[in-house]
């Protein structure tokens, strides 16, 4: 069984002014159509109003489908939503599942009865991912006094106590700061490493994408505009690298051939060429050639660039 599956599926809105008037049909998701298999770990990514939220709450029950169809672990989400939510779990980033006024531990206790998990498993996963989310210290803390990050790490714990077979996360590192996202990511990556748990998430973070997901897909204007693994596109449309070389001394810039610009800092130099008409070795040798070598390294397009220039200019 297909962790999710799509087939054409399409939400159209209709939008009017005041008192009703100038009404008209919206698009936001327009025949989206890609399948996940269970254990995959998938972003999902696109700019502001591409359709990625509409998505995720078509195949979290949230909003029917005008058209096309879904399913999430064997069930159809909009017609069998009270089934499907003790198999699924949901974190978005800027809403709340947590009880406000209430200790960490308590909003932990109550979703516990929501979902009906025997006591035993729920200590278990409570340990496991109090442990993981290094959640010990403000247990007891009303949620409302915690930050951000504090926040989010709640979240991410109240959407997997139940053990959920597929997990939604929409925008879940939003605002958090560098310390925080990198203990959500570490701690999704090792969810799906060790309990095989589907997670598709969407963010505008590419990096953070890049760092736990193989696969990718890409929407835009509502329509899916790419599907397939994060280094193909990488392969597809990062062909510029920058060689930054150390040289001995401060220099004027190197002339050498197939290099389009040089950037020059003391006695760093930053060599921008493209992988296609010379290759990293012939260009380090044709340095090494001129002047002498300190240090060198070389830098990849950032994924970030690669998205833009997909949105830009198309596949």
Not at 139 to 144: A, D, G, K, Q
Request: glycine fraction near 8%.
């Amino acid at each position: 069984m297909l962790a999710i599956e799509t087939g054409g599926l399409t939400k159209r809105f209709v939008r009017s002014g005041w008192f009703g008037r100038n009404r008209r049909e919206v698009t936001a998701v327009d025949g989206v159509t890609f399948r996940v298999e269970p254990g995959e770990l998938v972003g999902y990514i696109g700019p502001n109003g591409a359709g990625k939220s509409t998505t995720i709450k078509m195949l979290t029950g949230i909003l029917y489908p005008t058209e096309g169809r879904a399913s999430v672990a064997g069930l159809t989400p909009s017609a069998e939503r009270k089934m499907l939510a003790k198999r699924i779990g949901v974190v978005f980033g800027q809403r709340r599942q947590l009880w406000w006024d209430l200790p960490l531990r308590e909003s932990f206790d109550l979703l516990r009865h929501v979902y009906g998990v025997p006591a035993d498993r729920h200590a278990r996963n409570l340990a496991t991912f109090v442990d993981l989310l290094e959640l010990g210290p403000f247990l007891e803390t009303p949620v409302r006094q915690l930050s951000l990050g504090q926040i989010m790490r709640g979240e991410l714990t109240a959407a997997l106590l139940h053990d959920p077979e597929v997990v939604f996360l929409d925008e879940p590192t939003i605002g958090l700061d560098v310390v925080s996202k990198g203990r959500v990511l570490d701690f999704l990556a090792t969810l799906n490493q060790e309990r095989g748990t589907t997670v598709l998430m969407t963010t505008h973070d590419v990096a953070d994408l890049e760092r736990l997901c193989r696969r990718m897909l890409i929407i835009d204007h509502g329509r899916l505009i790419y599907d397939g693994s994060v280094a193909a596109i990488r392969e597809r449309f990062g062909l510029e690298r920058t060689l930054v070389v150390d040289l001995d001394t401060a220099r004027q810039p190197l002339s050498l051939p197939c290099v389009d610009a040089v950037e020059v800092d003391g006695s760093r130099q930053r060599l921008r060429f493209r992988r296609d008409r010379i290759s990293a070795a012939a260009l380090i040798s044709a340095v090494a050639e001129v002047a002498p070598v300190a240090d060198l390294a070389i830098e990849e397009t950032p994924i970030e660039d690669i998205v833009r220039r997909v949105y830009r200019e198309g596949l």
